[in-house]
């Protein structure tokens, strides 16, 4: 089975259906664990769902507590969708972007999601790529030689031309921005400029064709092909969480290719709303449609 709209189709009346379901959840939960217990590798794909399971939500209440000031003058509706906005100054636009990258990169995420995570891979040969550019796998204790960013990183700047490949720390300034802004500004001395050529500096963010890919960057994506071709053939454990269908190319489908691959590969789908796989890879997988926290407790 790969969903519980599949397991609720074959019950009779709503207390059948909840049994069900609670029933199909444990049983999940046993196969994941075995799944863990017995693989000679781990290879975990994360997705923005895991982070936000995590507690690091970009509306509500997390939202207006930070930025009500912006939420008055813009009527803004998300953190996200605000990064976008086209802000007449830099000044305004870096107090904007300093609290943004703050509160997502340098300060800890409220839930134990990635800590739960952790705890269950942490004895296992493991290897991350992750789209999240929050940092959180590295705070939590996963080792940094086995982590793959490929989307960017929030606390990192670049050229925003960019005149050369090479990012930059930016937790200092930030902090700084942080402590002096006045008025949804910062003092002009702070807006970050490029140490080569000027220009102004901007996120490493994957957004187009200006996103730099640094000596950092390669060196994580040689050491993730490396784990993937050393265990080729092996008990592999595909376990993806909480990826959406904005990039599946990055994830999704490398690990639905991988699984084809592998006759002894399992390939573990957690999602809320969204965990599936191909038809011909339901006798390798185990899909979960839930809350990865509330799941990863399960297990």
Known sequence: MCSKTKIMKFTGSYWDKTETIHSAETIHS???KLALESADAVVI???????????FTYSGKRFEENFPDFIKKYGFRDMYSAGFYPYKTLE???????????INRYQNAPKSVYRDLFNLVRDKDYFVLTTNVDHCFQKEG??????????????LWQCARPCHHKTY?????VKKMIAEQENMRIPARLVPHCPVCGAPMSMNLRADHTFVEDDGWHAAA???????HSHEGQNVLYLELDVGSNTPGIIKYPFWQMTAANPNAVYVCINYGEAECPKE?????????GDIGEVLKQI
């Not at 794909?45 to 507690?55: E, F, M, N, T």
């Not at 890879?281 to 449609?289: A, D, V």
């Open 30 to 32: 046993a196969r994941v």
């Open 281 to 289: 890879l339901e006798g390798q997988s185990i899909c979960m449609n």
């Open 45 to 55: 794909g994360a997705g923005a769902g895991l982070s936000a399971s995590a507690g």
């Open 92 to 102: 305004e636009y870096w107090a904007y972007w300093s609290r943004y990258i703050f």
């Open 169 to 173: 720390d930016n937790e200092a300034i």
């Open 222 to 228: 040689g050491r993730y092909q490396k784990f993937i």
């Open 142 to 155: 996963f080792d940094k030689q086995r982590l793959f960013y490929t989307q960017g990183d929030y606390g």
